[in-house]
């Protein structure tokens, strides 16, 4: 071998080296898979989708990555609620496109797949969905259930198409102005309502205390009126008059104030 081709051959391998890296394969990032394509034979692979990885192939042939994590994209929408006022929204949706079938993916959509299929489908059922209810339901109570209805519709319209639709979120209703004073009154006028009724009971049921608290002080007095005689009324007389009597300080004098009537003490020494 001469010097020549001895001070050519590592020029060559590093160069073949260097081709190799760039052009003779590609890098699956985790969270990925790829599908490969031949340029110069049938086209895209069937049956096969490549897992994270380097993958080697000739330079003229492709590998399409695919992102198989969880993806979010937002569209800002303005929708016309069922009684045609025109609501602006933030419209959030969560997707993943099946792993298994990014074969089949990419061959009847391509890697736009979200711009292509997902959006356009995902602006009419969004727009359809909040034609169903009025301003003051996708503004405060009914977001959840709109929500749920536009996961429904559009994971059915895109069941043939590869595409996991996860979630959607409803953000940043905005309403006109009208509309939105006419419900903060509404809710004020609500608050006030309840506030009231809260009051009215409160003294409906201090009324009931009252009423059972007089019908017992009344029980009571009957029983005690029905138990007092007069013979119980001169005993305690005179259980009285003679602890009256026992008083170390006191000089008794008794004088009857009728045949039957209890003594009277008419003074005592201190």
Request: glycine content about 8%.
């Amino acid at each position: 071998m001469s010097r020549l081709h001895r001070t050519l051959l590592p020029l060559v391998l590093i160069a073949a080296f260097a081709l190799g890296q760039v052009g003779c394969g590609t890098q699956i990032p985790s969270g990925h898979r790829g599908v490969f394509y031949y340029k110069f034979g049938d086209g895209t692979e069937f049956g096969k989708v490549y897992t994270e990885g380097f993958i080697w192939h000739l330079p003229w042939n492709t590998m399409f990555v695919y992102k198989t994590q969880l993806q979010e994209n937002k569209e800002a929408l303005t929708v016309l609620s069922s009684d045609g006022a025109s609501i602006g929204m933030e419209v959030s949706i969560l997707y993943r496109p099946v792993a298994e079938k990014l074969d089949s993916l990419q061959v009847t959509i391509g890697p736009n797949y979200y711009n292509v299929t997902i959006a356009p489908m995902m602006r009419t059922i969004s727009r359809t969905v909040a034609g169903r209810y009025k301003p003051e339901a996708i503004y405060s109570t009914k977001r959840e259930e709109m929500a749920k209805a536009m996961v429904e519709e559009i994971a059915l319209a895109l069941s043939d198409k590869y595409i996991q639709i996860e979630n959607v979120l409803i953000r940043d209703v905005q309403i006109p102005a009208k509309i939105s004073e006419a419900i903060n009154f509404k809710l004020t006028a609500d608050q006030e309502a309840q506030r009231k009724m809260f009051e009215i009971e409160k003294e409906k049921l201090e009324a009931d205390r009252k009423r059972v608290e007089a019908q017992g002080i009344a029980d009571f007095q009957k029983i005690v009126a029905t138990g007092i005689t007069p013979s119980l009324l001169k005993w305690k007389g005179i259980e009285a008059t003679l602890k009256l009597a026992e008083s170390p300080n006191a000089k008794v004098v008794i004088i009857g104030d009728s045949k039957d009537g209890l003594p009277i003490i008419l003074g005592g020494d201190r």
